[in-house]
C-alpha cells in the first residue's frame, strides 16, 4: 500500500487532515504489455500466421533462393526451351530456355521490390495530403478531394498503359514510380476520413485547451492514431502493386528484357498453354496469388491488431 | 402476493472469452407477480443486463445459461428449442433497450416495424396490424398517431423513439416487460414521463415489469420490490420501501450512501466505496463484495455467504456483518464534524447567498476556498466574466452551402465566477450548456460578447497570448475513453500540457506528473500504462490529473462524473472537492444531473434553449426556484428515496424541447411551462433580481421580485 501513505505524506504537507483523503483508486487491472497484447491477437489469427509464413518465405526464396539455386539467367539458349520438369531444371524451363523456377524468383524479385516501393510512395503522399486535407478542411480540402475525386474516376490502366508506352524502358524504379503515384487516392481517403474523425475527439480537444500548436497535434495526436489504418492500408496496397503490375506485364508493358516480372512471364508462357507445357504458367500464377493472398491475410489481421479500440481486454 | 408470471430459479449464466470465462450470473433467484415492478439495480458489470439478456435467451456470443431455471407462467424456458423461443420473445416476454436509436431500423417505417412485430405473433392482415400499431403508439401517447405511421424514426426525438420502442414491445400485450435501463440515455424531464408512461402501462395491461436501471433515484420511485447485484450475485432483495429504510448489506448502504442528494450537505464529503468491483473471471472466493466492505473479517473472504431471510416478508440478504438501516448522511472525517446536523432546514434565512449556508449550521465545518480564496484581492473584478455570449453555428443547404439558419447554441448568456467558487451550469442536453463550456476555454470562438478571465477579454487575444493564458483554463471531460489519447502512455499524457506550454525540465516534469498521480490516488506505476488499461473512474483522475498540471485558476468541468458508476462517482467527486481545497481552484461544472452540481457547486446558472433562464446560489436555486423551468427540473430529478419518488407523481414538465433552429418567440421556455400566458410569446422576459445575486427571466416568476429601488441597486452591482 505504497500509494496511500504516499496520500498521506501529502496530506500531511499540505497540512490536511489525512482523514479527508479519499482511499486510493485501486489496483489498476491493466492487462500486460500492449505490444504482446497486440503480438498475442496477431498470432491468435491463424490466416495471419500463414500469411506471414508465405511472405517470409517468398521473400527468402526471390532473394536468397537464388545464392542456392544457380541458374543462368542472362544468355538464351533456344535448344533448352520448354523442357519439362526434370532433375537439371526442377520446374522446366521457359521458352527461352531459362530455367523457370530460377525464373521464378528472379520474376519475384521484381515484383516485391515494385510492389514495396510503389505502396510506400503512395502511402507518403496519401497519408500527407489526407491528414492535410482533414486536418486544415475548407478550401484546401474541397480542393484536394476533388483533385483525388478527378483522378479516381480517369481509368487507372489507360493512363498507365500510355505512359508506360512513352517511356518503354521500363525499370524497377520507373514502374514503381508510376503505380505509386496513381495509387495514393485510396490512401488519402482514407486517412483523411480517420483525421476528421479523430479531430473532433476529446483529447484533441483537451490538447488545444493546452494551447497545443497544429504541429504538435498532427506529429502526437494525429498521426499516431491514424497509424494504424496507414499501416494496414500499406499491406493492400503492395497486393494491389503487384496485381497491377502483373496486369501490366501481361498486357506487354512489363520490364524491359533481360529484367522479368511475374506478369511478364504469364504473358509469354499463355500462348503455349494448350500445347501443355503447364510449368511456364502455373507455377508462376501459384505464386502470384499466394504473395496476393498473403499480403491480404495480414493486411486484415493487422487491421484487428493494430486498433487499439477492438483490443480484448 | 400475486401470482408469480416470471420466476427465476437460481440462474447461472457464463460468457465464454477467447482465453477466460466471465461468471456474468450466479445462481440468482427471484420472481415477479402480475402488476408488479421489480427493480434490479447495481452497477455496471454487476450482471443486470445480462439477467434480463438471460431471460430473453437473447446473450451475447459465447454467452450461456450454465444451470438454474426460467419459468414464465409456469412454462420453463431454459430448455426450449430456438424456434420456440421465438414466438415467446416479443410475445409474452418483450424488452425495451437504452438506445432507442440503434433498436430501431432507420430504413423502415415505424408503422411497418411495429405491425411486422404484431404480424410474427398473431395471424392478423397487414391492415388490421396497422391498425393495431396506431393504436399501440395512441397507448404511449402519441396524438393523431395513424398520421405518424408512415415517419422515420429519424424524424423522432429521442424520448419519441423510446415511447415507440415501447409501444413495439407493447403491441402483443406481453405478460412480461423487460426494461433495461429504459431512460438512461433521456433527460430527467423526459425520464419522467417515460417512466410515468411504464407505470400506467403497467397498471392499465396487468403486466410484470423487471426494470434494469443503475439509477436508485428510478427504483426509489417506480419498483414495488428491489434486488440489488454485485458481482453477479443477489446481495440483497426487498420490498422496495423496507430496503431503502432498514437495509441489511453493506454494498446497498454504501451505495445510497455515496449518491448525492439534492438535500446533501455541500460540506460533507460523500461516502464512497473504495476500489473497483471485482473482475468476473476470476472473482475472489468469499463474500465478493469483502474486498471493498469495511466490516469484512477472514470469514468474509472464505467462506461466501448465501441469501438468508430476515424477520420482515421477502427480505433476504446475504450477508455475515450485516448493517441495519440506512448510513448516517455524514462520514466524519474529523471528530468534530460528528456533530453537524444532517440536514438543514427547508427554510433558511432569507439572507440568501453563500453566508446564509454557513451561518445555518451550528458547527462550521472547514470553510470553503471560496471564502478562503475571496480575501485575496482581485482589483474588484471577478475571476471570469462571461457577458453576453452568443454562439450560432450556421446551418448550410442547397448546392451552394448557403446559410439557411442558424442553430442558437448560445444565446447572450452573462454570469460570473469569483475566484475559488464552483459555478453549476444545469439544463437537458442541447440547452447549450457544453457550448458554453468551450466557449470558456477558448475551444469555440464567440460570435458576439465577451470571455474576460481577470478582466482580460480572452477572445482578443492573438493567438500567442492566449496559448500563455490557456494555462490558467483547462477542461476536463465527460468520456473517460475518448479524452485521453489511446496511444499514449499516461505519463505521456500528463507530461503533455508542460511541454505544450515549455515549462520546466525533464526531472521536473517527472516531479509534478508522480505528485499529481499521488493526489489523484493512482498508483505511480501508471506512468508507464496506456489508457485502456484503466478502468472509467482511474481514467477520469488521469483527466482531473492532466487538467491540474498547468497549475490553472479555472477548470472548466463537462459532466466529469456522468460516465461513472455511483461508487466511482462519488471518489471522484470527493476528489473534486479535495483538489479544489488544495489548488485553490476555482470550478465551472456542467451537468444534466442536478444532485451532482448541487454537491459541488456555490452558485448555479440553469440554462434552457441557449438562454440562461436563472442564476443564483445554490440554496436560492433549490430552495426557492424562481423560474417554473428550474422547479420542474428540481421535482424531475429522481432522488434515491421511495418517500419522496412514490409522493410526486405527476409530470412536472411536459412535451420536449424544441428547435434551437427556430426558438420559440418571447420566453423559450413557454411552450412547455405551465404558466404560460400571452405575455410570454410577445416579450422576452427580462433578467430580473428576486435575491441577492439571485436572478430569473419570467414574466410569471414563483417569487416575487425585489422591489424597484433593490433591483436598480442590484444590477448596478452585477
Given at each position: 500500500?505504497t500509494v496511500s501513505?504516499?496520500v498521506g505524506?501529502l496530506a500531511?504537507?499540505?497540512?490536511?487532515d489525512?482523514?479527508?483523503f479519499?482511499p486510493?483508486?485501486?489496483e489498476?487491472?491493466?492487462?500486460?504489455?500492449?505490444w504482446?497484447?497486440?503480438?498475442?491477437s496477431?498470432?491468435?489469427?491463424?490466416?495471419?500466421?500463414?500469411g506471414t509464413?508465405i511472405l517470409?518465405?517468398?521473400?527468402?526464396?526471390c532473394?536468397?533462393g537464388p545464392?542456392?539455386?544457380?541458374?543462368?539467367?542472362?544468355?538464351?539458349?533456344?535448344?533448352?526451351?520448354y523442357?519439362?520438369?526434370?532433375a537439371?531444371?526442377?520446374?522446366?524451363?521457359?521458352?527461352?530456355?531459362?530455367?523457370?523456377?530460377?525464373?521464378?524468383?528472379v520474376?519475384?524479385?521484381?515484383?516485391l521490390?515494385i510492389g514495396?516501393f510503389?505502396?510506400?510512395?503512395?502511402?507518403?503522399?496519401?497519408?500527407?495530403?489526407?491528414?492535410?486535407?482533414g486536418?486544415?478542411?475548407?478550401?484546401?480540402?474541397?480542393?484536394?478531394m476533388?483533385i483525388?475525386?478527378?483522378?479516381?474516376?480517369v481509368?487507372?490502366?489507360?493512363?498507365?498503359l500510355i505512359?508506360?508506352?512513352r517511356?518503354?524502358?521500363?525499370?524497377?524504379?520507373?514502374?514503381?514510380?508510376?503505380?505509386?503515384?496513381?495509387s495514393?487516392?485510396?490512401?488519402?481517403?482514407?486517412?483523411?476520413?480517420?483525421?476528421?474523425?479523430?479531430r473532433?475527439?476529446d483529447?484533441?480537444?483537451?490538447?488545444?485547451?493546452?494551447g497545443?500548436?497544429?504541429h504538435?497535434?498532427?506529429?502526437?495526436?494525429?498521426?499516431?492514431n491514424?497509424?494504424g489504418?496507414?499501416i494496414?492500408?500499406?499491406?493492400?496496397?503492395v497486393?494491389?502493386?503487384?496485381n497491377?503490375?502483373?496486369i501490366?506485364g501481361?498486357?506487354?508493358?512489363?520490364?524491359q528484357?533481360p529484367?522479368v516480372?511475374?506478369?511478364?512471364?504469364l504473358?509469354?508462357?499463355?500462348n503455349?498453354?494448350?500445347d501443355?507445357?503447364?510449368?511456364?504458367?502455373?507455377p508462376?500464377?501459384i505464386?502470384?496469388?499466394?504473395?496476393?493472398m498473403?499480403?491480404?491475410?495480414?493486411?486484415?489481421?493487422?487491421?484487428?491488431?493494430v486498433?487499439?479500440?477492438?483490443?480484448?481486454r | 402476493?400475486?401470482?408469480?408470471i416470471?420466476?427465476?430459479?437460481?440462474l447461472?449464466?457464463e460468457?465464454?472469452?477467447?482465453?477466460?470465462?466471465?461468471?456474468?450470473?450466479?445462481d440468482?433467484s427471484?420472481?415477479?407477480?402480475?402488476g408488479?415492478?421489480?427493480?434490479?439495480v447495481?452497477e455496471s458489470?454487476?450482471?443486470k443486463?445480462?439477467?434480463?439478456?438471460s431471460?430473453?435467451?437473447?446473450?451475447?456470443?459465447?454467452?450461456h445459461?450454465t444451470?438454474g431455471?426460467?419459468?414464465?407462467?409456469?412454462r420453463?424456458?431454459?430448455?426450449?428449442?430456438?424456434?420456440e423461443?421465438?414466438?415467446?420473445r416479443?410475445?409474452?416476454?418483450?424488452?425495451?433497450?437504452?438506445?432507442?436509436m440503434?433498436?430501431?431500423n432507420p430504413?423502415m417505417?415505424?408503422g411497418?416495424?411495429?405491425?411486422?412485430?404484431?404480424?410474427?405473433?398473431?395471424?392478423?392482415?397487414k391492415?388490421?396490424?396497422?391498425?393495431?400499431?396506431?393504436d399501440?403508439?395512441?397507448?404511449?401517447?402519441?396524438?393523431?398517431?395513424?398520421?405518424?405511421?408512415?415517419?422515420?424514426?429519424?424524424?423522432?426525438s429521442?424520448?419519441?423513439?423510446?415511447?415507440i420502442?415501447?409501444?413495439?414491445?407493447?403491441?402483443?400485450?406481453?405478460k412480461l416487460?423487460?426494461?433495461?435501463?429504459?431512460?438512461?440515455?433521456l433527460?430527467?424531464t423526459?425520464?419522467?414521463?417515460?417512466?410515468?408512461?411504464?407505470?400506467?402501462l403497467?397498471?392499465?395491461?396487468?403486466?410484470?415489469v423487471?426494470?434494469?436501471?443503475?439509477?436508485?433515484?428510478?427504483?426509489?420511485?417506480?419498483?414495488?420490490?428491489?434486488n440489488v447485484?454485485?458481482?453477479?450475485?443477489?446481495?440483497?432483495?426487498?420490498?422496495?420501501?423496507?430496503?431503502?429504510r432498514?437495509?441489511?448489506?453493506?454494498?446497498t448502504?454504501?451505495?445510497?450512501?455515496s449518491?448525492?442528494l439534492?438535500?446533501?450537505?455541500?460540506?460533507?464529503?460523500?461516502?464512497?466505496?473504495p476500489?473497483?468491483?471485482?473482475?468476473l473471471?476470476?472473482?475472489?472466493?468469499?463474500?465478493?463484495?469483502?474486498?471493498?466492505c469495511s466490516?469484512?473479517t477472514?470469514?468474509?473472504r472464505e467462506?461466501?455467504p448465501?441469501?438468508?431471510?430476515?424477520?420482515?416478508?421477502?427480505?433476504?440478504f446475504?450477508?455475515?456483518?450485516p448493517v441495519?438501516?440506512?448510513?448516517?448522511?455524514?462520514?466524519?472525517?474529523?471528530?468534530?464534524?460528528?456533530a453537524?446536523?444532517a440536514p438543514?432546514a427547508?427554510s433558511?434565512?432569507?439572507?440568501?447567498?453563500?453566508?446564509?449556508?454557513a451561518a445555518?449550521?451550528?458547527?462550521?465545518?472547514?470553510?470553503?476556498a471560496?471564502?478562503?480564496?475571496?480575501?485575496?484581492?482581485d482589483?474588484?473584478v471577478?475571476l471570469l466574466v462571461?457577458?453576453?455570449?452568443?454562439r450560432?453555428?450556421?446551418?448550410?443547404?442547397g448546392?451552394l452551402?448557403?446559410?439557411?439558419?442558424t442553430?442558437?447554441?448560445?444565446?447572450?448568456?452573462?454570469?460570473?465566477?469569483?475566484?475559488g467558487?464552483t459555478?453549476?451550469?444545469?439544463g437537458?442536453?442541447g440547452?447549450?450548456?457544453?457550448?458554453?463550456?468551450?466557449?470558456?476555454?477558448?475551444?469555440?470562438?464567440?460570435?458576439?460578447?465577451?470571455?474576460?478571465?481577470r478582466g482580460?477579454?480572452?477572445?482578443k487575444?492573438s493567438?500567442?497570448?492566449?496559448?500563455?493564458?490557456?494555462?490558467d483554463l483547462?477542461?476536463?471531460?465527460?468520456?473517460?475513453i475518448?479524452s485521453?489519447?489511446?496511444?499514449?502512455?499516461?505519463?505521456?499524457?500528463?507530461?503533455?500540457p508542460?511541454?505544450v506550454?515549455g515549462?520546466?525540465t525533464a526531472?521536473?516534469q517527472?516531479?509534478?506528473?508522480?505528485d499529481l498521480?499521488s493526489?489523484?490516488?493512482?498508483?505511480?506505476?501508471?506512468?508507464?500504462?496506456?489508457?485502456?488499461?484503466f478502468?472509467?473512474?482511474?481514467r477520469?483522475?488521469?483527466?482531473?490529473?492532466?487538467?491540474?498540471?498547468?497549475?490553472p485558476?479555472?477548470?472548466?468541468?463537462?459532466?466529469?462524473?456522468?460516465?461513472l458508476?455511483?461508487?466511482?462517482r462519488s471518489?471522484?467527486l470527493?476528489?473534486?472537492?479535495?483538489l479544489?481545497?488544495?489548488?485553490?481552484?476555482?470550478y465551472?461544472?456542467i451537468?444534466?444531473?442536478?444532485?451532482v452540481?448541487?454537491?459541488?457547486?456555490?452558485?448555479?446558472?440553469?440554462?434552457?434553449?441557449?438562454?440562461?433562464?436563472?442564476?443564483?446560489?445554490?440554496?436560492?436555486?433549490?430552495?426557492?426556484?424562481?423560474?417554473?423551468?428550474?422547479?420542474?427540473?428540481?421535482a424531475t430529478?429522481?432522488?434515491?428515496?421511495?418517500?419522496?419518488?412514490?409522493s410526486?407523481?405527476?409530470?412536472?414538465?411536459?412535451?420536449?424541447?424544441?428547435?434551437?433552429?427556430?426558438?420559440?418567440?418571447g420566453?423559450?421556455?413557454?411552450?412547455?411551462?405551465p404558466a404560460?400566458?400571452e405575455?410570454?410569446?410577445?416579450?422576452e422576459p427580462?433578467?430580473?433580481?428576486?435575491?441577492?445575486?439571485?436572478?430569473?427571466?419570467?414574466?410569471?416568476?414563483?417569487?416575487?421580485?425585489?422591489?424597484?429601488?433593490?433591483?436598480?441597486?442590484?444590477?448596478a452591482?452585477?
Amino acid at each position: 500500500m505504497t500509494v496511500s501513505s504516499s496520500v498521506g505524506e501529502l496530506a500531511d504537507e499540505a497540512s490536511i487532515d489525512p482523514g479527508v483523503f479519499l482511499p486510493d483508486a485501486g489496483e489498476v487491472q491493466g492487462p500486460k504489455a500492449t505490444w504482446r497484447l497486440a503480438a498475442r491477437s496477431f498470432r491468435d489469427n491463424r490466416l495471419a500466421v500463414v500469411g506471414t509464413g508465405i511472405l517470409v518465405f517468398f521473400f527468402l526464396f526471390c532473394f536468397v533462393g537464388p545464392l542456392i539455386y544457380h541458374t543462368n539467367q542472362i544468355s538464351t539458349n533456344i535448344a533448352n526451351a520448354y523442357y519439362p520438369p526434370s532433375a537439371k531444371h526442377l520446374l522446366g524451363t521457359d521458352g527461352n530456355g531459362f530455367d523457370e523456377l530460377g525464373r521464378i524468383m528472379v520474376g519475384g524479385q521484381a515484383a516485391l521490390e515494385i510492389g514495396l516501393f510503389s505502396s510506400f510512395i503512395a502511402t507518403v503522399l496519401g497519408t500527407l495530403v489526407g491528414a492535410v486535407a482533414g486536418l486544415l478542411g475548407g478550401v484546401v480540402d474541397a480542393i484536394l478531394m476533388r483533385i483525388v475525386d478527378v483522378l479516381l474516376s480517369v481509368p487507372l490502366l489507360f493512363v498507365i498503359l500510355i505512359i508506360g508506352d512513352r517511356f518503354s524502358n521500363a525499370t524497377v524504379l520507373s514502374l514503381s514510380l508510376i503505380i505509386g503515384s496513381f495509387s495514393w487516392l485510396v490512401s488519402a481517403r482514407l486517412v483523411r476520413g480517420e483525421v476528421l474523425s479523430l479531430r473532433e475527439r476529446d483529447f484533441i480537444f483537451a490538447s488545444r485547451t493546452m494551447g497545443a500548436s497544429r504541429h504538435h497535434l498532427i506529429y502526437k495526436h494525429l498521426i499516431p492514431n491514424a497509424l494504424g489504418v496507414v499501416i494496414v492500408n500499406i499491406t493492400f496496397q503492395v497486393a494491389d502493386a503487384i496485381n497491377l503490375l502483373a496486369i501490366l506485364g501481361f498486357l506487354g508493358y512489363g520490364l524491359q528484357y533481360p529484367q522479368v516480372s511475374w506478369g511478364d512471364m504469364l504473358s509469354g508462357a499463355l500462348n503455349y498453354l494448350p500445347d501443355g507445357y503447364w510449368w511456364v504458367v502455373y507455377p508462376v500464377g501459384i505464386c502470384l496469388v499466394l504473395v496476393v493472398m498473403a499480403c491480404n491475410f495480414v493486411g486484415d489481421a493487422l487491421r484487428d491488431t493494430v486498433d487499439v479500440r477492438l483490443r480484448r481486454r | 402476493m400475486s401470482v408469480p408470471i416470471l420466476e427465476v430459479e437460481s440462474l447461472s449464466t457464463e460468457i465464454q472469452l477467447s482465453r477466460s470465462v466471465v461468471h456474468a450470473v450466479g445462481d440468482v433467484s427471484f420472481s415477479i407477480g402480475e402488476g408488479e415492478t421489480l427493480g434490479l439495480v447495481g452497477e455496471s458489470g454487476c450482471g443486470k443486463s445480462i439477467t434480463g439478456l438471460s431471460i430473453m435467451r437473447l446473450l451475447p456470443n459465447g454467452g450461456h445459461i450454465t444451470s438454474g431455471a426460467i419459468r414464465l407462467a409456469g412454462r420453463e424456458l431454459v430448455k426450449l428449442k430456438e424456434r420456440e423461443m421465438r414466438s415467446v420473445r416479443g410475445n409474452e416476454v418483450a424488452m425495451v433497450f437504452q438506445d432507442s436509436m440503434t433498436s430501431l431500423n432507420p430504413t423502415m417505417p415505424i408503422g411497418r416495424q411495429i405491425s411486422e412485430q404484431i404480424r410474427r405473433h398473431r395471424s392478423v392482415t397487414k391492415k388490421e396490424a396497422l391498425r393495431q400499431a396506431a393504436d399501440s403508439l395512441s397507448l404511449v401517447g402519441f396524438p393523431r398517431s395513424d398520421e405518424r405511421l408512415g415517419d422515420y424514426p429519424h424524424q423522432f426525438s429521442g424520448g419519441q423513439r423510446q415511447r415507440i420502442m415501447i409501444a413495439i414491445a407493447l403491441s402483443c400485450e406481453p405478460k412480461l416487460l423487460i426494461a433495461d435501463e429504459p431512460t438512461t440515455a433521456l433527460d430527467v424531464t423526459i425520464q419522467a414521463q417515460i417512466l410515468g408512461l411504464l407505470d400506467d402501462l403497467k397498471e392499465r395491461l396487468g403486466m410484470a415489469v423487471l426494470l434494469v436501471t443503475h439509477d436508485m433515484g428510478v427504483v426509489a420511485g417506480r419498483a414495488d420490490r428491489v434486488n440489488v447485484m454485485y458481482a453477479g450475485r443477489i446481495v440483497e432483495t426487498a420490498p422496495t420501501v423496507e430496503l431503502f429504510r432498514h437495509m441489511h448489506h453493506p454494498y446497498t448502504q454504501a451505495l445510497l450512501a455515496s449518491i448525492p442528494l439534492l438535500s446533501q450537505d455541500r460540506a460533507e464529503r460523500l461516502f464512497s466505496i473504495p476500489g473497483i468491483p471485482p473482475d468476473l473471471t476470476t472473482p475472489p472466493p468469499g463474500c465478493r463484495f469483502a474486498p471493498r466492505c469495511s466490516r469484512a473479517t477472514d470469514r468474509c473472504r472464505e467462506e461466501e455467504p448465501t441469501l438468508q431471510p430476515t424477520e420482515v416478508d421477502g427480505h433476504l440478504f446475504a450477508c455475515w456483518h450485516p448493517v441495519d438501516g440506512p448510513a448516517a448522511r455524514i462520514v466524519a472525517p474529523d471528530p468534530g464534524k460528528l456533530a453537524t446536523p444532517a440536514p438543514e432546514a427547508p427554510s433558511a434565512p432569507p439572507a440568501g447567498s453563500e453566508g446564509a449556508a454557513a451561518a445555518g449550521s451550528p458547527a462550521p465545518v472547514r470553510p470553503p476556498a471560496a471564502r478562503v480564496a475571496a480575501a485575496e484581492p482581485d482589483q474588484g473584478v471577478p475571476l471570469l466574466v462571461i457577458d453576453s455570449a452568443v454562439r450560432a453555428y450556421p446551418v448550410k443547404s442547397g448546392i451552394l452551402q448557403r446559410t439557411v439558419a442558424t442553430v442558437k447554441a448560445v444565446s447572450d448568456v452573462s454570469f460570473s465566477v469569483e475566484r475559488g467558487e464552483t459555478f453549476g451550469l444545469v439544463g437537458e442536453s442541447g440547452c447549450g450548456k457544453t457550448t458554453l463550456g468551450k466557449l470558456i476555454v477558448g475551444l469555440e470562438k464567440l460570435d458576439a460578447g465577451r470571455v474576460a478571465l481577470r478582466g482580460t477579454d480572452i477572445s482578443k487575444l492573438s493567438a500567442r497570448e492566449l496559448r500563455s493564458f490557456r494555462r490558467d483554463l483547462q477542461m476536463m471531460f465527460q468520456d473517460p475513453i475518448a479524452s485521453l489519447d489511446p496511444r499514449m502512455r499516461v505519463g505521456a499524457i500528463l507530461r503533455e500540457p508542460m511541454r505544450v506550454q515549455g515549462v520546466g525540465t525533464a526531472a521536473s516534469q517527472r516531479a509534478v506528473i508522480t505528485d499529481l498521480l499521488s493526489e489523484v490516488g493512482l498508483p505511480a506505476t501508471a506512468i508507464e500504462r496506456f489508457p485502456h488499461e484503466f478502468s472509467g473512474g482511474q481514467r477520469q483522475r488521469i483527466g482531473l490529473a492532466r487538467a491540474l498540471t498547468l497549475n490553472p485558476q479555472v477548470v472548466v468541468a463537462d459532466e466529469p462524473v456522468s460516465a461513472l458508476d455511483v461508487s466511482i462517482r462519488s471518489q471522484v467527486l470527493n476528489l473534486m472537492k479535495r483538489l479544489q481545497q488544495v489548488h485553490s481552484l476555482t470550478y465551472v461544472v456542467i451537468s444534466h444531473d442536478l444532485a451532482v452540481v448541487k454537491y459541488l457547486s456555490d452558485r448555479i446558472g440553469v440554462m434552457y434553449l441557449g438562454k440562461l433562464v436563472e442564476v443564483g446560489s445554490v440554496d436560492d436555486v433549490y430552495r426557492r426556484p424562481v423560474h417554473h423551468y428550474t422547479a420542474g427540473l428540481i421535482a424531475t430529478a429522481p432522488e434515491p428515496d421511495p418517500t419522496i419518488e412514490k409522493s410526486k407523481r405527476k409530470v412536472a414538465i411536459k412535451g420536449e424541447l424544441p428547435s434551437p433552429i427556430n426558438p420559440p418567440s418571447g420566453c423559450r421556455f413557454r411552450t412547455r411551462c405551465p404558466a404560460a400566458q400571452e405575455l410570454c410569446a410577445e416579450q422576452e422576459p427580462p433578467m430580473r433580481a428576486f435575491h441577492d445575486g439571485h436572478l430569473a427571466a419570467c414574466h410569471f416568476p414563483l417569487q416575487e421580485p425585489m422591489r424597484p429601488a433593490d433591483k436598480e441597486a442590484q444590477t448596478a452591482s452585477v
